[in-house]
């Protein structure tokens, strides 16, 4: 089974960027669609990105269209989210999984925004 394994966030300030990545453990993705997956405190998980693996089409909610982009390297085993423009309610740990409901998660990465 792949594992995945998020990196990449941290403390910004609002109004900047960060890009996390998603590696799968030495596999490509199996799955037609991935997504990033994140969980605010107090919250559930909320999807804000997924990405047609084969066709690479990119799908967002409207809190992040605009500022978030989804990618998948050629050999389809890493995962990345391109963050611009973060706001305060964007602070979350960010997951890279199966579904939306956070299948297959790894163990996320912290995403603090903040002045």
């Known amino acids: 089974q792949v594992q995945l394994v998020e990196s990449g966030g941290g403390l910004v300030q609002p109004g900047g960027s960060l890009s996390l990545s998603c590696a799968a453990s030495?596999?490509?993705?199996?799955?037609?669609?991935m997504y990033w997956v994140r969980q605010a405190p107090g919250k559930g998980l909320e999807w804000v990105s997924f990405?047609?693996?084969?066709?690479?089409?990119?799908y967002y909610p409207s809190s992040v269209k605009g500022r978030f982009r989804i990618s998948v390297n050629d050999a389809k085993d890493t995962l990345y989210l391109q963050m611009n423009d973060l706001k305060s309610e964007d602070t979350a740990v960010y997951y890279c999984a199966r579904n939306g409901n956070g299948l297959g998660r790894g163990r996320g990465t912290q995403v603090t925004v903040s002045s």
């Open positions: 990405i047609n693996t084969e066709d690479l089409s990119t």
């Open positions: 030495g596999f490509a993705f199996s799955d037609r669609y």
